[in-house]
Each structure stands twice: as structure tokens, then as C-alpha cells.
């Protein structure tokens, strides 16, 4: 994949990236540098980012039909297609061993299985008659996921299961549609439990935790997308009107709001959390974020930015497009130590690092870029204590050769996304049926 860049050597190429980064300013919040990871050709969904910055992505190279979908891993700007065959491919997440999980179509009668690529290999966790959707794995390795049963009300009964390694366990008791589980390294798991004999629908969010299946909502209206971090934190939507989502977080037994006005949410580590509000003014879906407590908005464009996932160093994968035409997109936070954001740690980021530890607020007048990237030693404090471990980073020369300025400016480019050895086809008979992850 082919980046324009332009040398950061001399001060033309450094007063040229201020004059970059400014007109980049309006596109991308301070600390972020965005990137395309394709173009807008194909329909792409991301998955999941771990905490190497490794993204997951499906593409379909005919948006409306679901077997012309492979599995894609971006790594360190290098993008690796992982499957190349007419089995369905979608719903990849990765942990942060580079472990990856998906939906792969090669169950009977081309129904979906659970398949896990781990060391160059593929192996299926799963193989019945019935779709197994969106499988989510953890540290541990282990994974949960949704089993759809031809059965139940709308025919749309589903299970949610876990596995350990070893066995795979039922969590979901019968008679609903269970659906969106994530689970975190503690092996607790989150899901929606939509019951489809209700007209309209009704949802409750379930969590499992040491054995125990609890329900952790009552009578909200339409809650489901939910999600958990590895401290146990969890966040769902629910819909207080018709016309507006609404994030809730829930800790220890309290349920609180995180975000008004947003849908789709994921929460990291630190408790951060991305999701997609809808902006009426321009009817699009723009990611938004909440990170260190400060909520801001992270795209500002005409696309629909919607899936958003976050790692626990703040960055956001998403899909950004039209409904038809999508790519995958990422907004990757500066290196640590990179206090003026030019993509690079070394003797230049001295002064504006002694004046992020003085005065946050004359650093970010200077310099559009995060304060918060002085913090090496990440206590999540910018103060003396920094000082020695930002020394060392310095002293280390540590290079990233991945963000470069020019970059910055992140128009749509070339397709990034090589197929030489893909032949086109279209596979008959495959008629479109949408698989919602999450009710409309
Ligand atoms: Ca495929
Ligand atoms: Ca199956
Ligand atoms: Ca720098
Ligand atoms: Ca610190």
C-alpha cells in the first residue's frame, strides 16, 4: 500500500507540515492523524483494533452479496486479505495476540462457523447446520458468539455460546433471540436478549459473570448494542424517544448516562467510549468520542462513520461511507512522546514536551496536538515524573516510520487494496438478506 509522503528533512518540510496540519485540523481532533485503510470501491465493515493498533475488517467486493466477502487485517500500514474464496466471510474481531475470529460459510449448506486464523492457519470452532455469528475473542483465547435456531418467535430464536479453549457452553436460556455478545479477559460476557413475541420488539441486556446470567436492564425502550471492558464496565443504547440513542454505563450495579444523543457504542480499558451520533443538519452518522472524559467529535465529513471500535490507547476503527460504498477508516493517536504531533519522537518534541508539563493550555495553543501524549509514563498525570521515561524514548530514537505528515492530509487516495490474483465473478443465487447485528 502506497502513502504519499513527503520528507520531513529541513524547515520547508516542517513548516509545510504545520500548514498541513492546520488544514487537517477541522478533519481530525488533536492527538489523531487519520487514515484511509482503503478506498471507497468496496463495502467495508471493520470489526475490532486491538491494542496494537491491528485492525479487522470484511470486505465485500459486491456489496450485496454477502459470498463475495473476505477477511482483511491491517498491520502497521501493510493490509493482508486472509481469505480469497467464494465462502462468506464477515464479522472478524482479533485480540491482542493477533488472534482472529469471523463468520466463515463453510458450514452445511454454506451456513455460517466460527473460524479462528492463528499462526498461518484456519481452524473451525464450529460445525452444524446453523449460522454462527459474530464471534468475539478475548486475551485468554476464548470466545462467545450467537447461534441462530430456525425457530422460536419470527423464527428467529438464537443462542448465545462460549467457549474455552475446551468445551463449548450455553449461556442463553431458550425461547429468545440473544444476540451481540462481547466478552471481556475476565470471561464475562454481554449480550441483548431480544424477544421477538413482542410486537414491537422488547430487549434486555444480560450479562454473564461467574457463572451467573443476571439481567441488567427493566423496561428500556429498545436497549441493545452493548459492550465490556476488562475492568467489568459495560455500556448499552437505549432509545428514550423516538427520534434519539442514548449511551448508558454500568458499574458494580449502577447504571448511569454516558453520552446523550449517541448509538452504537464501544468502551476501552480507561473507560473511553465511541459511538455514532446522527447529525440531522447534513442526515449523517459522524463518530464521536469520550475519551479522558472530554467528549468530542471525530469526524466532520458527508460519510455515514458508523461501527466504531476503540483500543485502549484511545484509537478508533470505523466504517465510513455511503450505505453502499464503504471503506475502513482509522484515526491513530501520535506515538507517545510525539508532543509535536509529526509523527516521529525525537530532539524537536523537547521544547514543546517542557511546555505540555508547565502549562497544558499555552502547549495546546502552540502546538495541535494532545498534551497528553507527555504522559510516558502513562499514571494518566503530565508532570515531572514523565520526565525520565520521555528522556529515554527520546534516547531510543524510536522512529515510527508508519504516520507520516503529509499523510495527514488523508484525502481519498489510491485503493490501497491489491487483488492481482482475484478473478471477478458473481456467484449465483445468492440473494441479499441483511444479518442485523442490532435492530433498526
Ligand atoms: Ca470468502
Ligand atoms: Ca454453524
Ligand atoms: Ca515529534
Ligand atoms: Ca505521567
Not at 455460546?161 to 433471540?177: A, E, I, P, V, W
Not at 476501552?268 to 472524559?293: F, K, P, Y
Request: net charge negative; aromatic share 10%; charged share 20%.
Amino acid at each position: 500500500m502506497k502513502h504519499a509522503s513527503i520528507s520531513m528533512r529541513g524547515a520547508f518540510g516542517a513548516a509545510l507540515c504545520l500548514a498541513l496540519a492546520a488544514l487537517s485540523a477541522a478533519q481530525t481532533p488533536p492527538g489523531y492523524h487519520r487514515e484511509y485503510l482503503t478506498d471507497w470501491t468496496y463495502f467495508n465493515r471493520v470489526g475490532a483494533i486491538n491494542n496494537h493498533s491491528q485492525i479487522v475488517f470484511s470486505t465485500r467486493f459486491v456489496w450485496d452479496d454477502p459470498n463475495t466477502s473476505e477477511i482483511m487485517l491491517y498491520d502497521n500500514g501493510v493490509i493482508y486479505q486472509l481469505t480469497l474464496d467464494t465462502y462468506r466471510d464477515e464479522f472478524p474481531d482479533i485480540n491482542d495476540d493477533g488472534t482472529i475470529v469471523w463468520s466463515r460459510g463453510v458450514g452445511p449448506g454454506g451456513t455460517l462457523e466460527v473460524a479462528m486464523y492463528k499462526n498461518d492457519q484456519i481452524t473451525l470452532i464450529t460445525n452444524d447446520a446453523f449460522q454462527d455469528y459474530a464471534p468475539k475473542i478475548n486475551n485468554l483465547g476464548h470466545m462467545v458468539w450467537n447461534k441462530r435456531l430456525p425457530q422460536g418467535c419470527a423464527n428467529a430464536d438464537s443462542d448465545i455460546y462460549f467457549y474455552d479453549g475446551m468445551t463449548q457452553q450455553k449461556l442463553s436460556q431458550d425461547g429468545f433471540n440473544n444476540q451481540g455478545a462481547r466478552l471481556n479477559d475476565l470471561d464475562q460476557v454481554i449480550w441483548t436478549r431480544y424477544n421477538d413475541c413482542d410486537n414491537p420488539w422488547t430487549a434486555e441486556i444480560m450479562r454473564y459473570a461467574d457463572g451467573q446470567v443476571t439481567q441488567l436492564t427493566q423496561n428500556l425502550i429498545e436497549p441493545q448494542v452493548p459492550d465490556i471492558n476488562n475492568v467489568g464496565i459495560c455500556t448499552w443504547q437505549w432509545r428514550p424517544s423516538a427520534d434519539r440513542f442514548e449511551i448508558l454505563r454500568w458499574e458494580n450495579g449502577v447504571t448511569s448516562v454516558a453520552i446523550n444523543s449517541c448509538a452504537n457504542a464501544a468502551i476501552n480499558l480507561r473507560g473511553d467510549i465511541a459511538c455514532n451520533r446522527w447529525h440531522e443538519e447534513n442526515q449523517t452518522w459522524q463518530m464521536w468520542s469520550l475519551v479522558n472524559g472530554t467528549l468530542r467529535q471525530m469526524t466532520f465529513d458527508a460519510f455515514w462513520n458508523v461501527d466504531g471500535r476503540i483500543n485502549d490507547l484511545g484509537e478508533i476503527g470505523w466504517s465510513a461511507g455511503t450505505p453502499f460504498q464503504v471503506a475502513a477508516a482509522y484515526n491513530r493517536r501520535y506515538p507517545l512522546g510525539d508532543l509535536n504531533c509529526d509523527g516521529a519522537v525525537n530532539i524537536l518534541d523537547v521544547n514543546p514536551f517542557v511546555l505540555a508539563l508547565e502549562d497544558a493550555v499555552a502547549y495546546s495553543e502552540a502546538h495541535y496536538c494532545d498534551p497528553l501524549l507527555a504522559d510516558t509514563n502513562g499514571d494518566g498525570n503530565v508532570n515531572i515524573l514523565d520526565i525520565n521515561p520521555f528522556v529515554d524514548i527520546v534516547a531510543a530514537g524510536r522512529m515510527t516510520s508508519t504516520v507520516q505528515c503529509a499523510s495527514a492530509t488523508s484525502s481519498p487516495h489510491e485503493p490501497s487494496l491489491q487483488r492481482p490474483n482475484w478473478a471477478p465473478f458473481r456467484p449465483s443465487g445468492a440473494a441479499f438478506s441483511p444479518d442485523q447485528e442490532y435492530k433498526p
